[in-house]
């Protein structure tokens, strides 16, 4: 046989078996729920059988009107599959964490003589896009595509650098987007935009991040096993005790722990860490809450509308999709989801440490069974 027909079939046969084991990978048993069970019932017996085929290591919270219906928690909090999780384990919320950034801004603006449509340049008067506000970074619509992570990666100072704050939005400041285009012209999902508002934080209140989100926005709201952590963190015993630590095991392989790395030392497009127990807390905040009234809070929920006219969809740190809210995340093995629907007053929290790659599947088919839509 030719060789180069040996080698074709050598390549077609491992295309095959990558796309066998993805298919394998992905895979999981339907929801099935019987006329004698109750729908929430039927989710959690789920999720017990998605834990006992290594598909599922997490958390989960269903509210309706009001009340809890289920708050459960299965796996283990590390690749070590020594300690399980329970109700007050603290998740990586990865990107979930904007809200909480948002409701840290929504705050300081309520505090301090601003608005929300400050321009970031009164802030931050080496910031390279004049015609952009906080209204603008809270929406996603600011224009700026500029990647904060890529321009770190290319101005990396040492082997034991930490990125920071600071640091971040400094190399966003001295390498400007070429390419920006005007504020409300798109919408734009960015990180970048957050890690802004973090910075504008720290420079309003003159207070780290950290910091201000402990001891005025967590600790006011009763969040006491909420924080933000990222590696230029004090070391907290407690903290670490209680944290789900992100790890990946793919087929039957071992699991390995999946770690921070350098840029890990920003805020505000992630960092923050929860439970189901205080996520079950944060559900309500966005109705009733001791720092905003409920106009000052709608301003979370209202529909940019952009240049051309036409609506965007996304708030402050929530995707808006009529009467419901969401967002979801993923970074360092951790997924994240929460929906709130204003009408019936219902939520829903996933969360998961094990870079679970059925996350999105698994989360539809709950949402599903709930009769709760994200679009």
């Not at 505000?268 to 439970?275: E, H, I, L, M, T």
């Not at 996304?314 to 808006?320: A, E, I, Q």
Request: aromatic fraction near 10%; proline fraction near 3%; glycine fraction near 4%.
């Amino acid at each position: 046989m030719n060789i180069f027909l040996i080698i074709l079939l050598v390549i077609a046969l491992i295309g095959l078996l990558i796309r066998i084991l993805w298919v394998y990978e992905l895979y999981i048993p339907k929801l099935l729920h019987k006329k004698e069970k109750d729908v929430v019932e039927a989710i959690s017996d789920w999720l017990d059988l998605l834990t006992e085929e290594k598909k599922f290591n997490g958390a989960i919270l269903i509210v309706d009107r009001g009340e809890a219906l289920l708050r459960k928690a299965v796996g283990f909090t590390s690749y070590l599959k020594k300690e399980k999780l329970h109700l007050h384990s603290r998740f990586r919320l990865a990107s979930v964490s904007k809200q909480f950034t948002a409701f840290g801004i929504m705050v300081l603006i309520k505090k301090h003589d601003l608005s929300y449509d400050t321009r970031v340049t009164q802030i931050i008067p080496d910031f390279p896009y004049p015609k952009v506000t906080i209204r603008h970074l809270l929406n996603q619509t600011s224009g700026i595509r500029a990647d904060y992570i890529k321009l770190a990666k290319k101005k990396k100072k040492t082997a034991s650098y930490v990125l920071s704050l600071k640091d971040a939005v400094e190399l966003l400041c001295q390498y400007p987007d070429h390419i920006i285009k005007n504020p409300l012209e798109e919408y734009y999902y960015n990180n970048t935009n957050y890690i802004v508002l973090a910075r504008i934080i720290e420079i309003v209140s003159k207070h780290s991040f950290e910091k201000y989100m402990k001891h005025v926005i967590f600790q006011p709201l009763g969040l006491e096993e909420t924080r933000v952590w990222n590696l230029l963190s004090e070391a907290d015993e407690h903290f670490e005790k209680d944290k789900a630590k992100g790890f990946e095991a793919f087929l039957k392989s071992k699991p390995i722990e999946i770690t921070p790395n350098w840029i890990d030392g920003v805020a505000g497009d992630g960092a923050v860490f929860s439970s189901i127990s205080d996520m079950e807390k944060w559900s309500t905040i966005w109705t009733k809450n001791n720092l905003l009234n409920s106009s000052e809070m709608k301003e979370a929920f209202i529909a940019p509308v952009l240049a051309n006219g036409s609506p965007s969809n996304y708030g402050f740190g929530w995707v808006l999709a009529g009467d419901v809210s969401w967002h979801n995340g993923s970074w360092l093995a951790s997924n994240s989801l929460i929906l709130k629907n204003h009408k019936t007053n219902a939520c829903v929290v996933v969360l998961d440490n094990s870079t679970n790659m059925r996350f999105d599947k698994i989360t539809k088919s709950i949402l599903k069974t709930l009769n709760q839509k994200m679009t």
